[in-house]
Every structure is written in structure tokens, then in C-alpha cells.
């Protein structure tokens, strides 16, 4: 069965800090993993797809097949990245499964 | 393009009640997936509809149930209401492609509440 597991409930950082947020996943076939972004009061949204291989405000992830990671990585944090954070793994079509999530604050 | 539009966004029932949730897609979208989210198990997804059959399930017991229609919108239903189902209720919406990277895209969920 696949699985996917975020370590951390909550990580909080500095403004200007470097920021990972970790994202392990267990899956017998091919993954597709994304990363879902849900600001206060907001909807979920999508942040981004392992297969784009993009950069979105300013974060990036790479999948790791070997270490069965797709850890979300920004340089520079800002304050308005405070938000919840969820990895997916999407594994048949509309189905995805989904970490506990990692809420990320960025202090001034 | 208008994004993924859930009614009613808020919502009171008591125990033994059932509910009925509604869900636009993304206009050509045909998949329509449904999730649960509670602070306690986080997100878990419920059933997936593409072109009016049901192709993925979730681990939920039979009181939950879907539908979707020919346009595409979906309804799910859950019946003899429990207080754990107090939840935010998403829909997702998708092209539906059985193969390749499928890109979900998130309505702002039907907030239920059971007393």
C-alpha cells in the first residue's frame, strides 16, 4: 500500500533562512508526487508537480527514487511562505494520498 | 476558467441525518474526486467519479456514497450521520487521463458539522 510520510507537524524558520520541508514516500510502482500548498483561510492549491521539474516562488523539490524522497526546498524563506504544507502521492488516476502535513512559519 | 465551485460551503446536521454535498468541476474536466479532512487523520481520499462511474474508493464504510452527472458535477451523500464525520469535505477535479501525471485542483471544501 503506498504511504507517504511528512516527519515534521510543525517547522518554524527565519525570515532570509533556508527551508526544507521532508516528504518520504512508500510506493511499489512509478510515483507521481506533488506538493500542495494551503495559506490561511485558502483553498488548497497546488505548488508543484515532481515530473515539471519548476520552480515555484522560489521553491523546488526533487524526486529521489533511491531514498523514496520528495523534500520541498526553498533558499530564502519569506513570511507570506508561512502556510500548512502537504505532499501527495498520486498513484491511480484521481486517487492521491496524502502526509499529515507540515506547517511552516516564518518568523521576522 | 471558473475553479472548482463546492455547495454549500457550510453546514449543521444532527446524528442519524443525512447530507447531500455538491461539487462543480473545472468546465472540461470529467473526474471528480472526493476527500475528508479532519485535524485527526488529516486528509483521506473517499471515491473518485470519471464520466459518471465510480473508478477509485476509498476505506469508508457504505454510509458515504457519490454520484456524478453527465456534466460532470458530482454529489456525495452521507447517511445516518456519525459526530466523526464533523469534517471539511474537498472535491478535486481533474481531465481524468487514466495514464500520465494527473494534476488535481482543489474546491474550498463544504465545512459539516454534526451535533
Known amino acids: 500500500a503506498q504511504r507517504v510520510t511528512q516527519p515534521e507537524k510543525l517547522l518554524s524558520v527565519f525570515k532570509g533562512a533556508p527551508v526544507e520541508l521532508k516528504c518520504n514516500y512508500s510506493?511499489?510502482?512509478?510515483?507521481?508526487l506533488f506538493w500542495y500548498v494551503q495559506y490561511s483561510r485558502q483553498r488548497l492549491q497546488l505548488l508543484l508537480r515532481h515530473i515539471s521539474r519548476e520552480s515555484i516562488k522560489g521553491f523546488t523539490a526533487d524526486l529521489n527514487k533511491g531514498e523514496t524522497s520528495f523534500h520541498l526546498k526553498k533558499p530564502f524563506a519569506q513570511e507570506e511562505d508561512s502556510a500548512m504544507y502537504y505532499c501527495a502521492l498520486n498513484t491511480n488516476a484521481g486517487k492521491s494520498t496524502f502526509g499529515d502535513g507540515t506547517t511552516l512559519t516564518v518568523k521576522p | 476558467k471558473a475553479g472548482v465551485t463546492q455547495t454549500p460551503r457550510y453546514l449543521i446536521k444532527t446524528r442519524g441525518q443525512q447530507v447531500t454535498l455538491s461539487c462543480s468541476p473545472i468546465?472540461?474536466?470529467?473526474?471528480v474526486s472526493w476527500y475528508q479532512q479532519t485535524p485527526g487523520q488529516g486528509l483521506q481520499f473517499l471515491f473518485e467519479?470519471?464520466?459518471?462511474?465510480?473508478?477509485n474508493k476509498g476505506n469508508f464504510p457504505g454510509r458515504f456514497s457519490g454520484r456524478q452527472f453527465s456534466n460532470s458535477r458530482s454529489e456525495m451523500n452521507v447517511s445516518t450521520l456519525e459526530l466523526g464525520d464533523s469534517a471539511l469535505y474537498l472535491c478535486?477535479?481533474?481531465?481524468?487521463?487514466?495514464?500520465?501525471?494527473?494534476?488535481?485542483?482543489f474546491g474550498p471544501g463544504t465545512r459539516l458539522l454534526v451535533l
Open positions: 510506493y511499489s510502482g512509478s510515483p507521481e
Open positions: 478535486a477535479s481533474s481531465l481524468g487521463r487514466t495514464s500520465g501525471v494527473v494534476t488535481q485542483y
Open positions: 468546465s472540461g474536466h470529467r473526474s
Open positions: 467519479y470519471f464520466s459518471e462511474t465510480q473508478r
